[in-house]
């Protein structure tokens, strides 16, 4: 069991935006907790180039610090910033010139990072812009293991706000060892359950990459990548990256 002292919250700010005064003092305990556990909150912020392929398929590169984000989806490559949602579109190596189709190919690579990356990092999300956050107890995984379970719910955040998650934190190894997804906070019963596994340190932080069946492939941290990775419309070969 991991010992914590009582000056972990204060490391650990919430988001601006996060519901501080709606959620359990217990469920933001926990949640510092889970922090520490993953390499700390200074670790996680000074994480820069976070890259991935969604369930092997996907690619996003995402530059934290900027908001700069490449995706790729067989013939299709995005560059654009999460922020402004302004980019560029590639699609079988020719641009797009129309705005309205630009527009299409924007939204998907925001959606599909918005999702992605929730797939991917959600542990370091748990006290953020939108969020409630409440103990719901202890329980069984379905590894058999104990946990604390986090429930959080959402309000004008992200593109789908009536979601809800049930978070299973180990209580020895205080990791994300499990989820369920509810469709709607209402709904009694969960739509999934999927167990996080595979923790494993990438640079100076650890991200899970297995979904049970499936999982991430291509996982990496980066503390500098070339310009071109955010410029260039040819697709980007990974292990040059390494």
Request: with cysteine; hydrophobic share 35%.
């Amino acid at each position: 069991m991991i010992l914590f002292s009582c000056s972990v919250q204060a490391l650990n700010p919430p988001a601006k935006g996060f519901n501080a005064a709606g959620s359990d003092a217990r469920a933001v305990e926990i949640a510092d907790q889970v922090m520490v556990a993953m390499g700390g909150r200074e670790n996680w912020d000074e994480a820069r180039f976070i890259v991935w392929k969604f369930f092997g398929r996907r690619l996003h590169i995402w530059d934290k610090l900027t908001g700069d984000l490449r995706f790729e989806e067989k013939d299709i490559i995005v560059l654009m910033n999460i922020h402004s949602r302004k980019g560029r579109v590639w699609k079988g190596g020719t641009e797009f010139a129309e705005a309205d189709s630009t527009s299409k190919y924007l939204k998907r690579g925001y959606r599909a990072w918005i999702n992605d990356s929730y797939w991917l990092v959600m542990p370091y999300k748990l006290k953020d812009s939108g969020v409630t956050l409440k103990y719901s107890g202890e329980g069984k995984m379905e590894n058999g293991r104990d946990a604390h379970i986090l429930t959080l719910t959402f309000e004008n955040v992200g593109v789908t706000p009536q979601n809800k998650y049930d978070v299973y934190v180990d209580k020895e190894r205080m990791l994300v060892e499990e989820w369920a997804f509810y469709r709607k906070s209402t709904d009694e019963e969960p739509g999934f359950k999927n167990p996080w596994t595979g923790w494993s340190p990438h640079g100076n932080i650890l991200l899970s990459a297995e979904r049970g069946k499936r999982g991430h492939t291509d996982v990496g941290v980066y503390e500098d990548l070339p310009k071109s990775v955010f410029e260039s419309s040819v697709p980007v070969d990974l292990a040059s990256l390494k």
